[in-house]
Structures are given as C-alpha cells and as structure tokens.
C-alpha cells in the first residue's frame, strides 16, 4: 500500500475559524512532511517530522501549527489564516528523513480563505 | 546551494508525438540525486524515478526514458507516442545530503505537459 490519504479535500474557512488538516500513511515511513503549494509553483516545504519529531520548520507563520500524534498521522492547524494562505496543502511521506528516498505524496487539501 | 531549473514552462503536443522535457541542475556535491515527479490535475505528486549521481546509465520504463548526463548536469525525461493521461506537470528534483545537507529535495519550476487528442 503506497498511499497518504488527507482529508478533507476542499475547505472553505473565515480569517476568524480554526480548522485542521489531517494526513495518514500505512508505510511505515518515519519522515513525514507538510507542503505548500500556490498555483503554477512547486510545492514549498513547510515542516519536517522526522520519528515524531518536528526537525525542520521553514520559518512557517505560527497561524500553521503542525501536530504528529503517532508515526502514522501528521495534523496541520489553521487558526487566523490570511487570504494568502490559500493553496493546496499537500502531505507526503519518506521511508526516513536522513536519506535520499523518494516522497510519496497525497492528494492534498485545496484550501480557501475568505 | 542546489538548483533546478526546468526553462520549459509549457509544452503542447498532440497525441502520439513524443515529447522531450528537460531538467538542468546545479550541485556541488559530488553524491547527489535526481527525481521526477507527475502531478496530474487531481493535485497528487506521483513519483516516477530517482537516479543517483553514480548511475548515469539512461532508463526506460514503458513509454518513459530518461536521459542522465552528468557532462551537461542535465536529466531529461522523454515520454513516447504521447497520450492524453500524459497531460500533467511534471517537476524534477534534486537531494543532496552526503556532505551533511538534509536530503530535502529542491524542486524545478516544473514543466505543463498538455496532449491534445
């Protein structure tokens, strides 16, 4: 089984709610990531779990907040998000974080501000 | 610091015509690696190959070949007689991480496959 699930797959939110993004994966992959990605770009890295730890933050606005409560799930809350910050966020996952291995990704969460 | 680039920003073909998209990168390191991703427009990145830096030996796989030449930092992906599913962007990547980086791959701009039928 090579899929990351995330759900949901659209969200529509005010400046003021707060929402959270959910991602699974039943690899068994250690390294987990959350992505942004704007329209005609490449996705940009945001957050790196590496074995349930948080290991790389990309100067993320803390209006993002990442959340990994077991190897297999990876949370992002949305709390006071801005215009801007309409994307689709994606999710991936890597064997391990130290190592040249390839991302499987999912489907990601195409978010709207309003 | 490593680099991507993919000058092609857009590519239209009709079916059946093979296509070639093209990665150049810059590194510093002398162990490195080389992705390609597809995104069609359901939005999921679908990995489709890593190359390490040793291996320069080109690959086919069904209707897909890449062309890795280290002399011209390039690795090219071609994909034969087209088809409409082909439609998609495709990124390529790179990781480095053996001179203490973090394997974080850095993606090309990516590159708009169209196929018309």
């Known amino acids: 089984d090579t899929e990351v699930t995330q759900t949901p797959k659209h969200l529509v939110m005010g400046m003021t709610n707060k929402k959270s993004l959910k991602c699974e994966q039943h690899m068994g992959h250690r390294a987990m990531y959350w992505y942004k990605q704007k329209a005609k770009k490449p996705p940009e890295l945001m957050f790196v779990?590496?074995?349930?730890?948080?290991?790389i933050n990309e100067s993320v606005p803390s209006r993002f907040s990442p959340e990994c409560p077991n190897s297999s799930l990876l949370n992002l809350h949305l709390h006071a998000l801005q215009p801007e910050d309409s994307a689709l966020y994606l999710c991936?996952?890597?064997?391990?974080?130290?190592?040249?291995?390839?991302?499987?990704f999912g489907p990601g969460t195409r978010l709207t501000v309003t | 610091a490593q680099k991507v680039t993919q000058a092609q920003t857009e590519i239209s073909v009709v079916e059946k015509e093979d296509v070639t998209l093209d990665c150049v990168y810059e590194t510093r390191d002398t162990t490195y690696y080389l992705f390609w991703y597809k995104q069609p427009p359901s939005g999921e990145l679908v990995f489709l190959i890593r190359r390490n830096s040793f291996d320069e030996q080109n690959e086919i796989s069904g209707r897909y070949s890449w062309n890795f030449q280290k002399s011209t930092s390039s690795f090219n992906f071609t994909i034969t007689a087209s088809q409409v599913v082909d439609s998609a962007v495709y990124f390529c990547a790179l990781s480095e991480g053996a001179s203490g980086g973090s394997y974080i791959p850095t993606f090309g701009r990516g590159t708009s496959l169209i196929v018309h039928p």
């Open positions: 991936a996952s890597s064997q391990a974080p130290s190592g040249p291995y390839e991302q499987y």
């Open positions: 779990y590496s074995y349930e730890k948080l290991s």
